[in-house]
Structure formats: structure tokens, C-alpha cells
């Protein structure tokens, strides 16, 4: 009886493989056009120009790839000219991307054009593996070409990896600043109080904001200001300070003359025996540190948080919240940079004009594939076509209502990736564009807000030294380049665990574990690119 | 049934308490996890949702069981879990029982070489390379082959079948069985037990695989159920994504709760089933004296 | 023995026992092609490996890369906490699920005993992502845990940023999640043995407590050794999703292990080569310890792996 189960087992496995070597094979089939240089071409435009297909990684959040003959594929053959081929490849915070794509070059088979992460297009430059584009750019993308400032593609070429003054990578620019601290004019009109400039003033408000329950629902439950963990988006308590920052990781600046690290200079000391008051008296979110982005965004959006740092033009999605959700119309402004005691005029919010590197074109492909990167890189760089792009495809990304097209809500079942080079390039026009475009009568004053933001905070913006500053001077220092004892020391401190007189350990330690090394670098980096 | 003493019925009923008071506590994420599958978009998005749904909705879970693509996964994975288990068992099976046997000269030799391949892991891209030369890459084949032996299973199903008195097989010696006999009529049929046990594991394995199919396969239409539930979940940008939001009464962590639940059901409803094979005394009866 | 008379014993071995021979032949060509042939690119801990070179191309620099661990000035931390994570995993962490087995073996109604095994295994089945995300939850300023201690009037702790708090939290996750599961192969072994010996011994008068420890534990011993071996085949590899789900900088001191080490360091960064010295450092101090316990348990009981 059990011989004859294991026998019928044994045959079921038999079969059940043959028919999955069978479906393999059909299916394989249907994958070979994802060709490589293999000249393949397909469908004929009016202009009976040849469409060569290349293949193209970027990072993708989960939407579905784009093969040949797909809506995608077909919208950006006519739009663009070039077959764009895009496997779905996992990004997860970038470490399963680079997986793949080292496992891929490994392999001998690199996409066409793809996107570098992690520095990792310096080993590339020096082994040949992607093309020299300083010539190519200007006679086969001169759209890109002109769309990025000279000096941001001297800034690349003074960091050519090969020493060369070589172009290797199409960089991203910003060409304004996105981050600032924001704060809920509504509770300051509640409580009569002014928009604080000076730290005094600023410390009062956050006391009030504890103390007197300006979201009105009888609980002090107020959280004045927070952030997140590592210590970051939370730099508007930083950078009053003087101290560069983007984003929460500290940054490179002048300080007494040479280009130090942020962290650990006296600003950083000061900053953080503030920070570590404002802990102790419960004026910050004593959770801070265990905040992931969902946590901090679900306090802001429950009508908690008073003041935070983000994103001046994302406003409208914590007002959307705050309005379904506890039945607020609350208002958020731009918090000006405050004046520390000590730093008065001091203060910034820190910005860089070089973004990081966003395309690379493989070395390795025919001439003809070659150029058809190229046209890809160039067309997409076209502002004319931006909109399209960002509408993407009819009936999958947007819908025409009225007349009008209406962007359809993200789904990643149905929509496939594409290209966002507005993302990338895209000037605060551009995203004032979009942002009115997505407004309805109803809903406008949201946007309206964010608009506002968005402009009204770049006075308090400022280019640092460090702009273009390469990240090869964190070679063998992956620790340094992770920002790992800042963390450590930096969390520890405002939490009080440590008391402030460790951070003169804390600097210490940093040298000596090779930040002098990486300091010596930066300013010798630094001194080559303002002779 | 002899009946317990005072003092036994005591500790009995503690016992199930304290048992019951732990499953409840193991349960708890799983509960958690149904109840934002069960909620709507706003109160998850602002931490509302605990151990019972908020804003009572169905849409996360009508938006999952209607991608057709997550059935498609489902099937993959169906078959794919099917398959390699059954052919994991044989072939552990096959693998094991000569490593009982003392007169098989290399056994040691192979316990040895089992053991390394567990202790020590092979790196990334040669591990890449090997699978890709052997033709796996993007091959169906490569969602249950890798898995087929695991060195802990192998382990476990020998010492089991050490476990079997020696008198067991003399019989069937005698009566001038050859060893594929023994295994297949006498040792395998009273090893119920540890084939649903590891029956389980590779099940699971396969069932649950993420790694292996990320790095091989590329056809999206062959990817296990892990692997497509990975794509609905992002990890939330930095950057607002410009567009209408509001209609939606879902996001991407009560989907994500629906994919998490969709895919551990199936599991639950088969571990039951293997249940009967952990019954006590399969052994009676089998060896006289 | 010479080599002479060993090899013609090999081949007497084979022709005499051959049925056994072949059926091990597809587990061994399992191995070689999926474990003992990517193995060989371990050697790429002792290159500066690079995805264009390959392997054969690639820098050979010795013990380099082992001098970078070791010599990093985390190395005696990250060290130190892997060596005492590692040692709580292999004695509370084993030992619940056998004790659980054990209780649960005591169980008389089958509906609740199958109720109560497929609630304990779920957590297996949740990602630490997700396990982590809940430990959070049940330790923050408004979870249960701060709740309760409100309850009794006490002010509100954050466990989660609280060094003394991490080894005995990575303990309890570690449980919550994976004894249950644990519990399966326990419970396989106790079906498996004679219900003779029960009958025999209640009739001699034994108690449950009696039978639990004079029969059911011995009878499982050889299955609790052949996983404990294998437990410490594993010493150095604490679950690198376990705790890193669960760290934060303000908990490193004691939460930061190799495997976190490498990931920031190695992996993140793409430092093939450096990544797998540091696992081959690892495996290397597991192995000498699985060497060692099998000699140890092969004296004192007879029975080991090899």
C-alpha cells in the first residue's frame, strides 16, 4: 500500500516537472527580446526610423516592469524614440539593486543605461566598464547637455574618479532646495503668539505648544517638536546653530577658516546640549529616536506634532490627513531659521546643487546601442516632454476627465515603471505645475499652502563648500562614511545617557578611527577645486 | 485510563493555562496583522489600528484577491511547493539511510562534508554564477531544485532512522530484501513522523523563498507568491507622490497586511492535516518483544 | 592500513554495498553543485575582489581583509556582544522549545492540543520586520507595557533605547517567535517512541512527572543533541534580521554584532571580499566549536554526528 503511494508520488513529481520544464521553455521564448546589444529591432515609427531597444535600471518601487510591445514600451518608442526595456529589479533601500546589478555585471551582461548607487560608478569609470561621456554628451545629448549647468558638469569632471577631468556620470541637480522646518501657524493663532525668530522666543512657543493645548481637545498630549531616528529630520534644531546638514546626516562646511565635518566642531557641541535641554524638558517627542518615518508622519497627521522639518511642498498630505482625520483646516508654514544664542545670523538651511549621480551608459554595447542611450538620456532631458512623462500612459497612469488628464492614484499591479527625469532636473516651475494640477476646488487651499512653502523658505537656503565633494574620501572608512559614531554618540547625548561632555570623546574617537584621514582628503579635495 | 492523583490534575490544568496563556501571545502579531488588513487608510496611517480593525473595510482585501497576477504567484508557488517537497523527501530520504548503515565505508567522511556545507556559506556571486551555469536562470526549475537537500534535514532524518531498533530490518534481510526493499516497504512507512516534519520545513521553505528568486528569476509571470508581495510593498518614499490620494480607502501596510495574511492561511490549513502523522505509538506493534 | 589495502577496501566497499552508493548519488551531486562548488569562491575573502576581474583576475592580498576586522576598533565590541547573544541563543533560546514540547506533550484533547501548536508556530511565519515593528509598538510611551506600568503608577519607560534592556528583549523576541516552531521536531521524536514503555511504566505505578523525566527526556536526547550540535554549528550567526530589526545607535554597545558590522561595512558597501572573510572568520570559529562538541558528546554518550 505504501509502495504504491510512493510510487504515484514518485510519477505525480515526474510529471509535474515535465510540465514545468515544458511552460519554461515556452515562456523562455517570449524572453528573448530583452536584448543587449543584440541589435534587435522592432516596430516602425512614421519616420521609418529604427527603434533600437535598450535596457534601462532604475530604481523601482515595485511597479511593474516594462517589456517589449507594452503600453509603456510603445508610449515612450513614439514620445522618445528608443525602445526602453525595464526588468522589474528590486530596490529595497538600494542594497538588493546593487546585488543584482554587480550579479548581472559579473555575468557579462550589463543593462544599457542605468542608474550608479552607492559610488558605485567610480569602479566602474576605472575599469572601463561605462562610457567616457564627455565628448558623446554634447554631439549625441545636447539637450541633456545644456539642461545642466556648466559648473555642476565642471564639478563632475573635477571629480573623475580615472583623475582625467573626465565625464563618467550624468549627475541629478537641485535646483532649489526641498527641506525646511515647518510649524503650525494655526496653534501660534490659537495662543496669540508670534512666529519665533529668536531661540528665546522659540523655546516659549514650544513651551506653549506643551502646556497650553492649542489642538483643543482637553489632553496635553501636544508634542512640540521631534523627529526621527538617527537623529534625523530634525535639522531646524541644528541648523540654527550653523551647522550643515542635509537631511538629518551632518555634512561638510567651512568652519574657522578649513573644511571640517559638521559633527565635530563646537557648533555641533552647542547644538546638542540645546537638543539635549529641549529633551529633558519634554519640549521634544521623547520617542524621537524610535520614529520611523510611518510613526512620525501618523503623530503630525493625529494633530499632535507642533513642529517638525520636512518637505516645505508635502504639506498638503499632512493637511489632507489632519482634515479627514481629526476635522482640522490647519494651516503650516515655513519656521525661519531661528537665532541661537551665540550664532546670531549664523544659521542656515543647507543645500548643494550637484544631486548624485543618476545615469550611467555601459561601455560595453555596440555603437549603434551606444547612441540610442544617448537619445534616450537626451530626449528624456527635453523639459518640453516632462508633462507627458509624468502623465505617462493613457488608461494606465492617468485618464482624460473632461478633457483634462487626471493623474489615476498609484497602483503597483497594474502600473508599470517609467522615467521621472523632472525628479532629477526639475526646476520649483515644474512642481508648482504639478502641484496646481492636482488641485480641485475643494482641495486647492492644500496645495495652495505647499506652494508657499516651497517658495518661501529658500531665503534661509545656502550652498555649502562641500558642494560636489566626492564620495571617495570615505574610501576604507565605511563607518566614517556611515556616520555610525555620530549616531551612536549623538542620540545617546540628547537622550542623556550620555552627559555633553562626551562629545569631546566623541570627536576624539572620530578622528582617530579615520576621520583625519577622510578631513585630510576633503580640504585637499577642496583646495584642487578653488585654485 | 488510570486516572491522575489530586496533585496531577493540578499541575495538568496549570500546564494548559500556562500553554494557553503562551499561544495566545504568539497569536497576538498574526491578530494584529488581520486587524489592519480589515481597517481603512487613515487610521492605520495614524497608528490607530491595534488588536481590532478600525474603519471596518474590505477594500484592502477586494483589491489583493483581484490582481490576477498574486493568483498567478499563488499557483506558482502552489506548484513549486509541491513538487520540491515531494521530491525534497525522496531525495533526503535516498541521501539519509545509507548514512545509518556502518557498513557504508564513506559515511563519515560524508557527515563531515555535510556538516561543512552548513557551517560554511558560499558567497554571493560565485553562488551566482554556479546556478547560472547549471542553467537555472531564469528557468521555473530554480524555484524548488536549490532547495531540494538541506544539511539540518538531512541530519534530522538520519538520526530518526537511527532511532529504529536494528531487529527491524533483520527480518526483511533475511528473507534476501535488498537495501531500496528495506527503505521503501519497511523503514519509510513507519517514518510518518519525520517525512511530515521535514515534509513541513521544505514546504515551508519553498512556500516562503524570497532570496533565490530575486536574484534568478526575471520573468515576473514566474515569480513565487514572497517575491510578487514584495512589490506592493514600498518602502514609503521621502517624496510625496503628486497625485489624487484621497479616493483610495487603502495603502500600502493594509495591502501589505492582506499579502501577509493571504500568504500564511494556506499554511495554517495545512499543518492540521500533518497533525495525524504526530500521533504517539506509530511505532506499536512493529517489533515484537 | 595503507593507502594500498584502504583504497582496494573502498572499491570491495562499493561493488559489495552499491545499492547504498547509488542512492546517494543525487544528495552528493546536490552538494557538490550547490554547496561545495560556489564554496570554492570563498577565496575571494583573500582578494580585493572585483565583479570585472572575476575571480581569477582579482588582487590576491592574503589575510588583508581579516586584518581590517580584526583590527577595527569595533572589532573587540562587536566581537564580545556576538560571543554573548550567541551563547544566550544556544542555551535559554534551545532549551524553551524543549520544555514546551515536553508540556505540550501532556496535553490530552487533541482539538486543544492542535489549537494551541498552530498558534504557537504562526510567529514563524511573520517577518522580523513585522515582529520587530510590534516589539516597538508593545514599548512605546503609549503601548501596553507603559500601560501597565502606569497602572501601578510608575513613570513611563522606553525599554527599546535602553542598553540593559536589549539582550534580554532579543532573548524574548527570539522566543516569541521561533519556539513554537521549534517545538516540531520535539514532538515528531516523542510520537515516534513505543507506547509500550508508557503503558509498561504506568503500570508500574509511575507518576506523569516520572514519565516525562525517566522516559519521554532520555528517549529524546539524541534528537536534542544532534540539534543541539547543530545549534552550535551555527554559534556565530545570531539571526542577522533578528537583531537588526531590533538595534539602535542608541543601543549598539551591546546589540551590535558581526553580522551587523559587515552588513554597514561590507555588504551595504558592496565589499564582496571583505563580507566574506568576516563570514569565513565566523564559520571557521563555528566549525572548531561543532568539532569539539562532537567529540565531547561522542565520549560521553557514544553518539555524535560523525
Redesign the interface.
Known amino acids: 500500500m505504501f509502495r504504491r503511494k510512493m510510487l504515484i508520488l514518485m510519477m505525480s513529481v515526474v510529471i509535474m516537472a515535465g510540465l514545468i520544464a515544458g511552460c519554461s521553455s515556452s515562456s523562455s521564448n517570449k524572453n528573448e527580446t530583452t536584448s543587449n546589444g543584440s541589435g534587435n529591432t522592432s516596430g516602425e515609427t512614421e519616420a521609418a526610423e529604427k527603434i533600437l531597444d535598450i535596457e534601462v535600471w532604475t530604481g523601482n518601487t515595485g511597479f511593474k516592469a516594462v517589456e517589449k510591445g507594452s503600453p509603456v514600451y510603445n508610449f515612450y518608442a513614439e514620445l522618445l524614440g528608443v525602445g526602453f526595456i525595464s526588468p522589474y529589479v528590486e530596490w529595497n533601500g538600494g542594497t538588493d539593486y546593487l546585488n543584482a546589478l554587480n550579479s548581472r555585471i559579473a555575468a557579462g551582461e550589463m543593462p544599457n543605461v542605468f542608474l550608479p548607487y552607492n559610488g558605485i560608478e567610480a569602479d566602474l569609470a576605472k575599469n572601463g566598464a561605462i562610457a567616457d561621456l564627455t565628448d558623446l554628451l554634447p554631439q549625441y545629448a545636447s539637450k541633456l547637455w545644456e539642461l545642466i549647468p556648466e559648473e555642476v558638469w565642471n564639478i563632475v569632471k573635477a571629480n573623475d574618479p580615472t583623475g582625467q577631468g573626465r565625464i563618467y556620470w550624468v549627475p541629478g541637480i537641485k535646483s532649489y532646495e526641498r527641506t525646511t522646518g515647518l510649524i503650525r501657524k494655526d496653534w501660534l493663532d490659537a495662543l496669540g503668539l508670534e512666529m519665533p525668530k529668536t531661540q528665546e522666543e522659540y523655546v516659549n512657543v514650544l513651551r506653549a505648544f506643551k502646556e497650553q493645548d492649542p489642538n483643543g481637545n482637553g489632553v496635553a498630549d501636544e508634542i512640540p517638536t521631534g523627529g526621527r531616528e538617527n537623529a534625523r529630520w530634525m535639522d531646524h534644531l541644528f541648523n540654527q546653530y550653523g551647522i550643515a546638514m542635509m537631511e538629518g546626516f551632518p555634512d561638510w562646511d567651512i568652519y574657522d577658516g578649513e573644511l571640517t565635518f559638521s559633527a565635530v566642531t563646537q557648533n555641533m557641541k552647542d547644538a546638542l546640549a540645546f537638543i539635549a535641554q529641549l529633551y529633558k524638558e519634554g519640549l521634544m517627542d521623547q520617542e524621537t529616536f524610535l520614529n520611523d518615518k510611518a510613526t512620525w508622519d501618523g503623530k503630525i497627521d493625529s494633530n499632535l506634532v507642533g513642529n517638525y522639518f520636512h518637505w516645505g511642498q508635502g504639506a498638503y498630505e499632512h493637511l489632507e490627513k489632519l482634515e479627514l482625520g481629526a476635522g482640522v483646516k490647519a494651516e503650516i508654514a515655513v519656521l525661519p531659521v531661528i537665532e541661537a544664542p551665540g550664532y546670531e545670523g549664523q544659521g542656515f538651511i543647507t543645500t548643494k546643487q550637484l544631486g548624485s549621480p543618476e545615469w550611467v551608459v555601459s561601455a560595453q554595447q555596440d555603437e549603434e546601442h551606444l547612441i540610442a542611450s544617448l537619445k534616450f538620456l537626451n530626449e528624456i532631458a527635453d523639459e518640453s516632454k516632462w508633462y507627458d512623462l509624468y502623465m505617462g500612459v493613457e488608461g494606465m497612469h492617468h485618464e482624460v476627465v473632461d478633457g483634462k488628464k487626471v493623474k489615476l492614484p498609484e497602483d503597483k499591479s497594474t502600473q508599470q515603471i517609467g522615467v521621472a527625469p523632472f525628479y532629477a532636473w526639475g526646476s520649483m516651475e515644474f512642481q508648482e505645475q504639478l502641484l496646481l494640477d492636482s488641485a480641485s476646488e475643494e482641495n486647492k487651499w492644500r496645495y495652495e499652502q505647499s506652494i508657499k512653502n516651497m517658495k518661501e523658505l529658500q531665503q534661509y537656503v545656502k550652498v555649502i563648500a562641500s558642494d560636489g565633494l566626492p564620495s571617495s574620501i570615505y574610501d576604507g572608512y565605511p563607518d566614517i562614511k556611515n556616520n555610525t559614531l555620530w549616531y551612536e554618540y549623538a542620540t545617546k547625548i540628547i537622550i542623556g545617557t550620555y552627559s555633553i561632555d562626551k562629545f569631546d570623546e566623541f570627536v576624539e574617537k572620530w578622528y582617530k578611527s579615520g576621520g583625519d584621514v577622510v578631513t585630510e582628503r576633503a580640504r585637499e579635495w577642496y583646495a584642487t577645486v578653488n585654485q | 485510563m488510570?486516572s491522575?492523583?489530586f496533585g496531577?490534575k493540578v499541575?495538568?490544568t496549570i500546564?494548559?493555562i500556562?500553554?494557553?496563556i503562551?499561544?495566545?501571545?504568539?497569536?497576538?502579531?498574526?491578530i494584529?496583522?488581520i486587524a489592519v488588513s480589515f481597517s481603512s487608510r487613515?487610521p492605520v496611517?495614524?497608528?490607530?489600528v491595534?488588536l481590532w480593525p478600525k474603519g471596518f473595510t474590505l477594500d484592502s482585501w477586494n483589491y489583493i484577491l483581484s490582481?490576477s497576477?498574486?493568483w498567478r504567484s499563488f499557483a506558482v508557488t502552489v506548484?513549486?511547493t509541491?513538487?520540491g517537497t515531494?521530491?525534497s523527501l525522496?531525495?533526503?530520504a535516498?541521501?539519509a539511510?545509507?548514512?545509518t548503515?556502518p557498513?557504508?565505508?564513506?559515511?563519515?567522511i560524508?557527515?563531515?562534508?555535510?556538516?561543512?556545507?552548513?557551517?560554511?556559506?558560499?558567497?554571493?556571486?560565485?553562488?551566482?554564477?554556479?546556478?547560472?551555469a547549471?542553467g537555472l536562470y531564469?528557468?521555473?526549475?530554480v524555484l524548488f531544485v536549490?532547495h531540494?537537500?538541506t544539511a539540518?534535514n538531512?541530519?534530522?532524518m538520519r538520526?530518526?532512522f537511527?532511532?529504529f531498533p536494528v531487529e527491524l530490518e533483520e527480518a526483511a534481510v533475511v528473507e534476501g530484501a535488498?537495501?531500496?526493499r528495506r527503505?521503501?516497504?519497511l523503514v519509510?512507512?513507519l517514518s510518518k513522523?519525520?517525512l511530515?516534519?521535514l515534509g513541513?520545513f521544505y514546504g515551508?521553505t519553498i512556500w516562503?523563498q524570497f532570496q533565490h528568486p530575486?536574484?534568478f528569476v526575471?520573468?515576473?509571470?514566474?515569480f513565487p507568491l514572497q517575491?510578487k508581495i514584495?512589490?506592493?510593498?514600498?518602502?514609503?518614499?521621502?517624496?510625496?507622490?503628486?497625485?489624487?490620494?484621497?479616493?483610495?480607502n487603502y495603502n500600502s501596510?493594509t495591502l501589505r497586511s492582506v499579502t501577509?495574511a493571504f500568504?500564511?492561511i494556506p499554511?495554517?490549513m495545512v499543518?492540521?492535516y500533518l497533525?495525524k502523522?504526530?500521533?504517539?505509538?506509530?511505532?506499536?506493534g512493529s517489533?515484537k518483544g | 592500513m595503507n593507502k594500498e589495502s584502504s583504497s582496494k577496501g573502498l572499491l570491495c566497499n562499493v561493488r559489495r554495498y552499491w545499492p547504498l552508493y547509488l542512492m546517494s548519488i543525487p544528495g552528493i551531486v546536490f552538494f557538490v553543485i550547490f554547496k561545495f562548488i560556489p564554496m570554492g569562491g570563498t577565496v575571494i575573502a583573500f582578494q580585493e575582489y572585483s565583479v570585472f576581474k572575476g575571480i581569477l583576475q582579482s588582487q590576491w592580498v592574503g589575510f588583508k581583509n581579516f586584518e581590517i576586522l580584526f583590527r577595527s576598533s569595533d572589532f573587540y565590541r562587536i566581537f564580545t556582544n556576538t560571543l554573548i547573544l550567541g551563547f544566550l541563543k544556544i542555551t535559554i533560546m534551545f532549551a524553551v522549545p524543549i520544555i514546551l514540547a515536553l508540556l505540550l506533550n501532556e496535553i490530552r484533547r487533541a482539538m486543544l492540543k492542535k489549537t494551541i501548536q498552530t498558534a504557537l508556530y504562526i510567529p514563524h511565519f511573520l517577518s522580523w520586520v513585522i515582529i520587530a515593528g510590534i516589539t516597538f509598538e508593545i514599548f512605546s510611551l503609549s503601548g501596553i507595557y507603559n500601560t501597565i506600568r502606569d497602572w501601578f503608577g510608575l513613570q513611563p519607560v522606553l525599554l527599546m533605547q535602553q542598553e540593559s534592556s536589549f539582550r534580554w528583549i532579543y532573548v524574548f523576541t527570539g522566543i516569541w517567535r521561533d519556539a513554537g516552531w521549534g517545538t516540531i521536531v520535539y514532538l515528531a521524536a516523542i510520537s515516534s517512541i513505543d507506547a509500550q514503555i508508557y503503558e509498561a511504566a504506568v503500570i508500574d505505578g509511575a507518576s506523569r512527572l516520572k514519565q516525562m523525566v525517566y522516559i519521554t527526556f532520555p528517549l529524546l536526547l539524541p534528537t536534542i543533541l544532534v540539534l543541539f550540535l547543530l545549534e552550535v554549528g551555527n554559534f556565530m550567526e545570531l539571526g542577522f534580521d533578528h537583531v537588526y530589526t531590533l538595534l539602535t545607535p542608541m543601543t549598539y554597545s551591546v546589540g551590535d554584532i558581526i553580522d551587523t558590522y559587515v552588513y554597514r561595512t561590507g555588504i551595504q558597501e558592496a565589499r564582496y571580499s571583505f563580507a566574506t572573510a568576516v563570514g569565513l572568520f565566523q564559520a571557521v570559529i563555528g566549525f572548531i566549536l561543532v568539532m569539539i562538541f562532537n567529540k565531547l558528546s561522542n565520549k560521553v554518550s557514544g553518539e555524535g554526528l560523525w
Open positions: 488510570v491522575l492523583s496531577e499541575m495538568h500546564i494548559i500556562f500553554l494557553i503562551v499561544g495566545a501571545i504568539a497569536v497576538a502579531p498574526l494584529s496583522v487613515l496611517e495614524l497608528n490607530e491595534t490582481r497576477d498574486l506548484c513549486a509541491l513538487t515531494a521530491l525522496l531525495i533526503t535516498l541521501t539511510y545509507p548514512l548503515k557498513e557504508f565505508k564513506i559515511r563519515s560524508l557527515m563531515v562534508a555535510i556538516v561543512i556545507t552548513m557551517v560554511f556559506k558560499a558567497p554571493l556571486i560565485p553562488y551566482f554564477l554556479t546556478v547560472k547549471v531564469n528557468n521555473p526549475l536549490p531540494i537537500l539540518f538531512l541530519i534530522i538520526t530518526f537511527l532511532q535488498g537495501y531500496f527503505l521503501f516497504s519509510l512507512p513522523a519525520v511530515a516534519t513541513l515551508v516562503n530575486l536574484l526575471t520573468d515576473p509571470d514566474w517575491l514584495r512589490q506592493y510593498i514600498t518602502s514609503d518614499n521621502e517624496l510625496p507622490i503628486v497625485g489624487s490620494i484621497a479616493e483610495l501596510r501577509i500568504s500564511i499554511i495554517i499543518y492540521p497533525q502523522y504526530f500521533v504517539k505509538g506509530a511505532l506499536l517489533v
